[in-house]
């Protein structure tokens, strides 16, 4: 069992947890993410590491309530207890050669951004961040990403916060204008990474995409977490959890990402009412 330490609301959709696990907190790198349940009937899902405090012992999961396990988990409160906790696992991020990176997040894809955002900020790079939300209300993590980054650009959708559009605006803006980067380092939803890479691909800048694709055991047995790499022309199979998360977002086929990750979208929606209902009921 662990314990949680903290928990806060980072906006209506997305809560910051601090969970007591000491041995993940020792080990744990950005990139690397870990598989939880919340009781011994529950799902086992992904949650990408948001930062650790080895010296305390914790590990910090940020998540957005989209499906019954996530609303389940948000019910919990300081004090009390998740069934499982297991990881770190995945690659961590490269970060060896990269004196000047741009990391473009989109939504709670923040979460896994910032602190590969710290990482790099740690180790003396020049960081420029772009951060994008549908809408001022959805905004998270503005002030970290202001103390690791050397340039941070805020965007919304609707022009409700900052300044209006998507990510790849200012991306756009910069590249034609002759800004270098060693890595582009993008996390967010499918489509947004896609149109990353596409806005990046003229420049032949690198970019690196971080896939977080419907996943099971986390250790590459179960298939689920599959995607398809085009490499000198073929098609290669990898397992987001044991090769990724992180791949060459020039090779990442997007498309069928899209596709896979929508296989089960009205079965969550339902389970999500579920379990909603069952609180209310208990409220």
């Not at 609301?9 to 000491?22: C, F, G, H």
Request: aromatic content about 8%; charged content about 25%.
């Amino acid at each position: 069992m662990y314990k949680i330490v903290r928990k806060k609301a980072l906006n209506p959709t997305v809560t910051q947890m601090e969970i007591d696990a000491p041995l993940v907190a020792k080990k744990a790198k950005p990139g690397q993410f870990i598989i939880l349940r919340v009781d011994e009937a529950g799902e086992r899902i992904p949650l990408t590491v948001a930062g650790t405090n080895p010296e305390e012992g914790t590990v910090k999961i940020i998540f957005q309530i989209v499906g019954a396990t996530t609303e389940l988990l948000n019910h919990k409160n300081e004090g009390e207890f998740i069934q499982d906790f297991a990881g770190p696992l995945g690659v961590a991020t490269h970060t060896d050669g990269i004196k000047k990176v741009c990391i473009v997040g989109g939504g709670v894809g923040c979460a896994i951004a910032m602190p590969v955002a710290q990482e790099f900020h740690r180790l003396g790079a020049e960081v420029t961040s772009i951060i994008g939300f549908r809408n001022k209300d959805l905004l998270i993590l503005e002030d970290e990403f202001r103390e690791c980054s050397d340039r941070l650009m805020v965007m919304t959708d609707d022009g409700s916060y900052a300044r209006q559009g998507n990510v790849t605006l200012p991306l756009k803006e910069m590249l034609t204008a002759g800004e270098t980067f060693d890595m582009i380092i993008t996390i967010g939803p499918l489509i947004m990474m896609k149109f990353v890479v596409e806005a990046a691909k003229p420049f032949g800048v690198p970019v690196t995409a971080s896939m977080n694709p419907i996943m099971i055991d986390g250790t590459g047995m179960c298939g689920g977490c599959r995607i398809t790499l085009v490499q000198d022309g073929k098609r290669v199979t990898k397992f987001a959890c044991v090769d990724g998360p992180d791949f060459n977002g020039y090779e990442i086929d997007f498309d069928e990402a899209m596709s896979r990750g929508r296989m089960y979208f009205d079965y969550e929606r339902k389970a999500h009412e579920k379990v909603c209902n069952l609180w209310k009921g208990v409220d």
